[in-house]
């Protein structure tokens, strides 16, 4: 689902589900990007959007693209086991 911001820009709403070890997740985001801090990844249940927001922020990323490493993260970390 899409909507508009006042720019008119579209906005993805859909929400992003982590599953998963997080602490791995985590852990390998920081290896892939060394700037980020222990508190940039640290993820609550229930809190994603926080985490979205806190890593656009850090990474100077749009919502899209941290989804995006968010899942290419998981993916990675799923195909290793």
Request: net charge positive; hydrophobic share 30%.
């Given at each position: ?31 892939k990007y060394p700037k980020l801090s222990s ?43």
């Open positions: 689902m899409e909507t508009k911001n006042k720019e008119g820009e579209k906005k993805t709403s859909e929400l992003f589900k982590f599953s998963g070890d997080l602490d791995k997740q985590s852990k390998a985001l920081q290896v508190e940039d990844v640290k993820f609550e249940s229930g809190k994603e959007l926080d985490l979205i927001k806190r890593l656009e922020n850090k990474l100077q990323k749009d919502r899209n693209e941290v989804v995006g490493i968010l899942k290419s993260n998981y993916n990675s970390i799923a195909n290793a086991i």
